[in-house]
């Protein structure tokens, strides 16, 4: 299941929304957001931002510009009326688009190419952390961190889902594995031998959220 953020001025004031019924049938989460800074600040959270231009096609090309000058690495998909598809052009900075009438089948396939092609893209970066799948390294503002096996796992994991909130528990399950018979202490050690191999001014990257867990925060490097 995938995390969706839908960027709309329509579908983000209650009382007032026009329905596209395909987010009530598609098998993820979604949060709907306006159509301004708070989706940049919101967007690293999420698989794919899908961008709501049914109505307000100028509106979503200027949160494309936002998007674009953020730096942003998140895939975008547009939903538009039929009419809007002559005045989309590849400067747009678009991941994909689909029109509105569009069935659930085609929305879940695009969607599913989307997520796939940034994962198998191979290299994450965030907080100025840089994960490269292919070479197993992880790089800190251009230096190389020396982790072992399961400390690359862990950061690669927590890097990939920045924002997100994990307990003990399932940090165990998907890093090291269903079959693993150890305690959930074992995660507390790593993740303080991993703030010790980021250093003072990036090991607030990792925060602990109390009673809870761990997230990586992206904006927590001291700069």
């Known amino acids: 299941m995938a995390q969706l953020l839908v960027v709309s001025n329509t579908l983000a004031q209650p009382g007032t929304q026009e329905s596209l019924p395909v987010l009530d049938l598609l098998p993820h989460e979604v949060k709907v957001v306006p159509a301004d800074t708070q989706a940049l600040t919101e967007a690293a ?3 794919v931002v899908v961008l709501d231009g049914r109505t307000d096609l100028a509106g979503a090309r200027m949160m494309t510009r936002l998007f674009s000058s953020s730096g942003s690495t998140v895939p975008l998909l547009l939903v538009l009326a039929e009419a809007g598809l002559a005045a989309v052009s590849s400067d747009w900075g678009l991941s994909d688009l689909i029109v509105e009438t569009a069935g659930v089948p085609e929305f879940e396939a695009r969607l599913r190419l989307l997520i796939t092609s940034a994962a198998n893209d191979g290299v994450i970066s965030s907080g100025g952390i840089v994960i490269d799948e292919a070479a197993y390294s992880a790089v800190k503002d251009g230096e190389t961190l ?22 003990r528990e399932h940090l165990l399950a998907d890093v090291w594995g269903y079959d693993y018979y150890g305690g959930t202490r074992t995660v ?21 959220v109390r009673n809870v867990g761990y997230r990586f925060s992206p904006e927590g490097a001291r700069r």
């Not at 507390?188 to 090991?203: F, M, N, Q, S």
Request: charged share 30%.
């Open 45 to 47: 959270r999420f698989d």
């Open 146 to 167: 020396d982790l072992t096996y399961t400390e690359f796992e862990l950061l690669k994991y927590l890097v990939q889902h920045p924002g997100r909130v994990f307990s």
């Open 188 to 208: 507390d050690v790593h993740i303080r031998r991993l703030r010790a191999k980021l250093g003072p001014e990036h090991e607030s990257l990792i925060g602990t």
